[in-house]
């Protein structure tokens, strides 16, 4: 029950403050007084919605900011709901109940991507959103008779609404949850849900038919695998029998080249011996000759370097001489005589020393080197044969040496060599070495090759009579049937495991499907409960239907009568997803469409008013009629005050029903026990209220 509403520069009204109690409230007033603003400060306050163009429209006229609050009781509690809005768009908006002498906060604003919404929690306080709300409790001017021109499917919907049976559509849903969530829980667990039966099924069919048709497969995979195993078994003893052998063929033909191979380099070893050996004879021949010279010409070198010694002595003698008599020429040039005079004493001197006489010098210095040229001459000679007897006396030593090197000590020694070479090509000149020789031949080169040509005899006659293109084709032959057996070994392999598989499939799915049926009767008895009693065409939905719509059309008939209309009976029934409105008088089923203007309003009246019986045991137990008594003549509009008031007086569980009426005719409802009347009146400062 609303209980007091305050409008401050909302709509026409600066400042008004009305109170409420129980029963019926009264506005009255000229049109444009601002009476009908104040089911818009209801619906504003409370959901945010209005009949105006734009939230910038509900702020007065001259003003920055509007607001509308309205405080109501329901069940005990008392709330607030107060909205604001600025001339920028700006909204607040908070949702609080009272407690003590505070109001504590429920909800503010609607940041519904926070998770808060003001608008969801009154929704859910009074247990109707606007639209709802709308329809059932605030009858606009002009609108009395919607509902009687409402779909039908409409109109069901409206009393699903009344009687709450939108509650069994949250509680269906949750019900679909709560059955999803369980599926969703075996999916999880077992991987898949009682919907799944038939698919399990199906495949729990197609794999006992692939077993029972895998298990004649399988033994015919073994059959021929063990037909093949024998095969193999039987050729591959004819190999290890043949197998040594061609291990001996490999060898004799390893032996045979070793032999070819031994013979070449055994003969270039021989060709090697040779052309050492002829280098050394060729080295050491007229080597004897030379070194029998040795003695002789080192006699010979020993006497020539003597002789050469001397004459280098003799020609150095004959220098001193000859610069001593330059010393003396250079002396008796400085003491030559003048007019037979001594330039030194001046004594009379007849005839000088022969050794002062520079004529007697001068002579002396050209025999000396005369002598001199004749000595030189003769070491030319010496060193002429000191070159040739020390080029002979080093070919003695360099045979000498040579000889030494190729450990030659005589002539004896070097014939037996040149003997050896002669021997040693004319074994090598007998012997073949192309890869076709003669290998008896061959295997006289020495004792090791005749080992080896013994071996090569001993394996021809150990491998005589075996055909290696046999042996292979044998080979081959068990290759091929080893690999079938590998195909058939794979295949049976494949075969004993798509079969185990099987096995465990059809366990797994016989077990999955055992415990899916008992879910399944599970979740079928959720269904039920969901189908039946929370579904809104179940029976449950259909009974309470059923009852309201009995109790709508008892209710809206008395009404109907004290209205004092030709309609003596209203009939509200269900036909499939509609309901359906039936208007009887005492001898026909009168059809809405024919009935006059004002008829059509008492029925619509009379339904609101028998929806409003319901409404007594809602949440909020109020209706707002918007000039109801539009198109009524006196009569029926003094019978509309009347039910008004009766209805105001009756009690369902303590709640009384609460009527706000807006309308021009104000002296309808002299004399009657209205609760409260607010009279309006328009002014230039905005709207007046005045309590009556």
């Known amino acids: 029950m609303i209980t007091k509403i305050e409008l401050g520069d909302f709509l026409s009204h600066s400042e008004t403050k009305l ?13 444009g007084a601002g009476k009908s603003s104040i089911i818009d400060a209801i619906t504003f306050a409370l959901f945010g919605q209005h009949t105006r163009k734009s939230n910038k429209g509900l702020i007065k006229r001259g003003s920055n900011q509007g607001y509308a609050k309205v405080e109501f009781n329901i069940n005990g509690k008392q709330y607030q709901a ?3 809005i600025d001339n920028k768009g700006g909204l607040a908006a908070k949702f609080t109940e009272k407690i003590n002498d505070g109001f504590l906060e429920i909800a503010a604003g609607e940041r519904k991507q926070f998770g808060e919404s003001m608008t969801s929690e009154i929704e859910k306080t009074i247990g109707l959103g606007f639209e709802k709300l709308k329809i059932a409790s605030i009858v606009q001017q002009g609108e009395l008779n919607a509902i009687i021109k409402a779909k039908p499917k409409e109109f069901k919907e409206l009393l699903n609404a009344i009687i709450g049976i939108d509650k069994l559509d949250i509680a269906s849903e949750t019900m679909k949850i709560i059955t999803k969530n369980f599926r969703e829980k075996i999916r999880n667990d077992i991987g898949y849900d009682d919907t799944h039966i038939d698919i399990l099924l199906r495949d729990l069919q197609k794999y006992n038919t692939e077993l029972e048709e895998s298990k004649p497969q399988k033994e015919q995979l ?29 060898q004799l033909e390893l032996r045979k080249k070793e032999l070819q191979v031994y013979a070449k380099t055994a003969i270039q070893e021989i060709q090697h011996e040779i052309a050492e050996k002829e280098h050394k004879i060729h080295d050491c021949e007229g080597c004897f000759e030379h070194v029998s010279m040795k003695k002789d010409l080192e006699s010979k070198m020993e006497r020539i370097e003597l002789a050469v010694e001397e004459n280098q002595k ?7 001489q000859i610069a001593s008599l330059k010393e003396k020429q250079a002396l008796a040039e400085k003491i030559q005589l003048k007019d037979n005079k001594c330039p030194v004493c001046d004594s009379e001197v007849e005839k000088l020393n022969p050794l002062f006489q520079i004529e007697h010098l001068i002579q002396e210095i050209s025999d000396i080197n005369e002598q001199i040229i004749s000595v030189e001459k003769e070491r030319i000679v010496y060193n002429q044969k000191r070159i040739e007897f020390s080029q002979k006396l080093q070919k003695a030593r360099d045979a000498e040496a040579t000889l030494r090197a190729h450990s030659i000590k005589d002539q004896e020694d070097l014939i037996k060599i040149k003997d050896e070479v002669k021997i040693k090509k004319n074994s090598v000149q007998n012997i073949p070495i192309s890869n076709d020789g003669n290998l008896l031949e061959i295997s006289q080169i020495d004792s090791h090759a005749k080992t080896i040509f013994e071996n090569i005899i001993k394996l021809e006659h150990e491998t005589k009579g075996f055909n290696q293109k046999e042996f292979l084709n044998l080979k081959k032959i068990i290759d ?31 077990d999955i499907v055992s415990e899916l ?22 029976p449950v939905a259909m009974s309470l239907r059923s009852w309201a719509l009995n109790t709508i059309s008892i209710k809206s008939s008395e009404y109907l009568t004290l209205l004092n209309t030709k309609i003596q ?12 409105i039936s208007c009887y008088s005492k001898t026909e089923v009168l059809d809405i469409e024919s009935l006059s203007g004002g008829e059509q309003v008492s029925v619509a009246l009379a339904l609101r008013l028998g929806m409003a019986s319901l409404l007594g045991a809602s949440n909020l137990n109020l209706m707002i009629l918007d000039e109801p008594t539009t198109h009524l003549d006196a009569e029926r509009k003094k019978a509309l005050v009347g039910v008004l008031s009766q209805l105001s007086d009756i009690t369902n569980v303590g709640k009384p029903m609460q009527f706000i009426i807006i309308t021009h005719d104000s002296e309808i ?14 002014s230039e400062q905005g709207s007046k209220v005045i309590s009556l």
């Open 517 to 538: 049926k008992i879910i399944k009767k599970y979740v079928e008895k959720l269904d039920a409960i969901q189908i039946n009693i929370f579904s809104r065409d179940g």
């Open 480 to 510: 091929g049937k080893q690999v079938e057996l590998s195909q058939i070994d794979q295949h049976l392999g494949a075969v004993i495991q798509k079969i185990t598989k099987y096995h465990e499939q059809i366990k797994i799915i016989q």
């Open 669 to 682: 409802f002299e004399d009657s026990n209205v609760e409260k009347i607010y009279k309006f009146e328009a």
């Open 82 to 84: 107060v909205r604001k």
């Open 314 to 320: 003799r020609i150095q003698d004959l220098r001193s």
């Open 569 to 580: 009976r209203i009939l509200l029934s269900e036909k499939t997803r509609d309901i359906s």
């Open 19 to 31: 109170e409420f109690g129980n029963g019926v409230t009264v506005f009255v007033g000229q049109n």
């Open 222 to 250: 073994k059959e021929k695998q063990i037909e093949l195993q024998e095969e193999i078994s039987t050729l591959r003893a004819k190999v290890e029998i043949e197998t040594p052998k061609i291990d001996k063929i490999n």
